[in-house]
């Protein structure tokens, strides 16, 4: 057993150590140095910071190694320095920090090879080693972010996601209320907000059976939506007038035609594909047009992992396997989102798709902490975002890997996101018809 967990350990840490490679490499240094946008941090701070993290837990904690670069420890805490301020930080140069993350990980891989994986909470079954893949993973999300933002030709490739979406598929699937078992106690790697498993009560309500696709919220936008007050919560109408916003982030009309920018390239938006780049207060405002509801977190969840014939939870909709390329749209290996209804591999017992992959998906939901939540092993993972200020998504995204993506896995951010990789599907109660606009 612990050779397995040594063999799992050491695949996560080096598939995002490739990834984060493939992501550095294809810019040159001065694209890595370059802040391409407030909201991100220059591609080198996040090459550091990932390596530094890693200094910090495995090599320090974890392996009682001495420090390689204590001095460097404050300028890649996250919480010291927001993002629009870190390029004015003596940063590592692009190959400084190249061979400082390539000196920690050697020294992690001894470490790894050697210790036993068991007698604390933090070594149990390889939970550090697997919580530094997956921040390196997070990480490597935020940088594909980046690489959309940045300006200029494409820098990034991949092949196009399976054309096997069902455009047949009914709107939406009636998912039974009653009791089911939210979150986890078991799952070796996953992160304290995801813990403890407690029983929720969830009434009966109706789900998409795929995320909101481009082509009907092209809908939403020419009847108005965004110059209708009455579809906004207030925030998101302040937010709407103040940034002249009236349409998903890197959409644009030319011609009566959509335009969006993806990764470098200009193209006409694909009406069949989960809509990228919503904000929460977008994706609300779509809901209510539609007379309709974004689902509660404990909705989304019960849709993702309730089995009604059983009355088991599983582990993802499709069962407890791990995914594969036939489940999911995940870890970087297209470059969007696949057609809606795709995967019927990844379907849920109730039938709804792509709730795995493809497009974040906004809930209702506040980022609050389960019940018995602990920190583990430390506050500013989750504890210092509970509350209302964070909505959470769900579900991950084509750019998320499967390391740091469950049916139990809670992302969180603010309601006015855009940058991010953000999708959404609706829901309505059970006795409550649909509007006339679904």
Partial sequence: MTDDLRG?????????????????????????????????????????????QEEQWLLRTVGGRDALRPEIDSIYDAFEHPRALRPTLPLLAPAEARIYASDVRGRVLDILERMPLEGSPLVDAGFAFGMIAQHEQQHDETMLITHQLRKGPAALTAPE???????????????????????????????????????????????DTVPVTCGAYQAFIEDGGYTERRWWADEGWDQIRQHGIGAPLFWRSEGGVWLRRRFGRVEEVPPDEPVLHVSWYEADAYARWAGRR???????????????????????????????????????????????????????????RQLIGDVWEWTSSDFLAYPGFAAFPYREYSEVFFGSEHKVLRGGSFAVDPVACRGTFRNWDLPVRRQIFSGFRTARSADVHAGAQA
């Avoid at 799992?8 to 391409?36: I, M």
């Avoid at 939406?172 to 070796?188: A, D, N």
């Fill in 161 to 207: 996601p399976p054309a096997d979406g069902d455009g047949s598929l009914p709107r939406e699937v009636l998912v039974p209320g009653g009791p089911f078992t939210m979150g986890t106690s078991t799952e070796p790697w996953a992160l304290d907000n995801e813990r403890p498993a407690h029983e929720r009560l969830v009434p009966a309500y109706y789900i």
């Fill in 8 to 52: 799992r350990a050491l695949e996560a840490l080096t598939t995002a150590r490739t990834r984060t490679a493939t992501l550095t490499s294809c810019v040159d240094d001065d694209e890595l140095t370059t802040q391409h946008s407030p909201l991100m941090s220059p591609l080198v701070w996040d090459l550091a910071h990932i390596g530094n």
């Fill in 294 to 352: 974004l689902p509660t977190e404990a909705e989304w969840e019960k849709a993702a992992r309730h089995d009604p014939a059983s009355g088991r939870v599983r582990r993802y909709p499709w069962g407890d396997e791990d995914p594969t390329p036939t489940h999911a749209n995940l870890g970087q290996r297209h470059l969007r989102p696949a057609a809606a209804g795709s995967y019927p591999g990844g379907a849920s017992p109730l039938g709804v």
